[in-house]
């Protein structure tokens, strides 16, 4: 049985454009994509930190930090909203033993401030040591 299960984490990124005629789908600077091992056309789930709206679409590459929505998408998120972008993978049982989401966060520039293991995070967050 396959488990769909959290990859990756871009926390924080600014929404620097909001294009309602484009297609469809998220632009985000190729270099967070990379870090974030999200490929080109990869589905990936859009939170806004500011108004509560969920989408999905798929991540598109940008120059360096852009982060644009686009398409239908552009009518619940705007420009100058922050964002969480969400990717997953499918994963066997043996797969997930020891696994751990990436996790990305920005600074109000879309520049990466710390990138990490999302169990580290979490327990810095609770005054626990990172493993």
């Known amino acids: 049985m396959l488990r769909k299960i959290l990859?990756?984490?871009?926390?924080?990124?600014?929404v620097t454009a909001a294009s309602i005629?484009?297609?469809?789908?998220?632009?985000?600077?190729?270099?967070?994509?990379k870090a974030a091992c999200i490929l080109s056309y990869e589905q990936v789930h859009v939170l806004d930190i500011d108004n509560g709206a969920r989408l999905t679409t798929y991540a598109l590459p940008g120059e360096a930090g852009e982060v644009c929505i686009n398409g239908a998408a552009a009518r619940l998120v705007k420009a100058g909203d922050r964002v969480i972008i969400l990717s997953y993978a499918s994963c066997t049982p043996?797969?997930?033993?020891?696994?751990?989401?990436?996790?990305?966060?920005?600074?109000?520039?879309?520049?990466p401030v710390a990138q990490t293991r999302l169990h580290d995070f979490i327990g810095r967050e609770k005054g626990r040591a990172p493993r």
Do not use: C, Q
């Not at 005629?21 to 994509?33: F, N, Q, R």
């Open 7 to 14: 990859k990756s984490k871009i926390h924080g990124a600014r």
């Open 94 to 111: 043996g797969e997930l033993e020891g696994f751990e989401p990436l996790l990305i966060r920005l600074d109000e520039s879309n520049r």
């Open 21 to 33: 005629d484009y297609e469809g789908s998220i632009t985000v600077d190729s270099d967070l994509l």
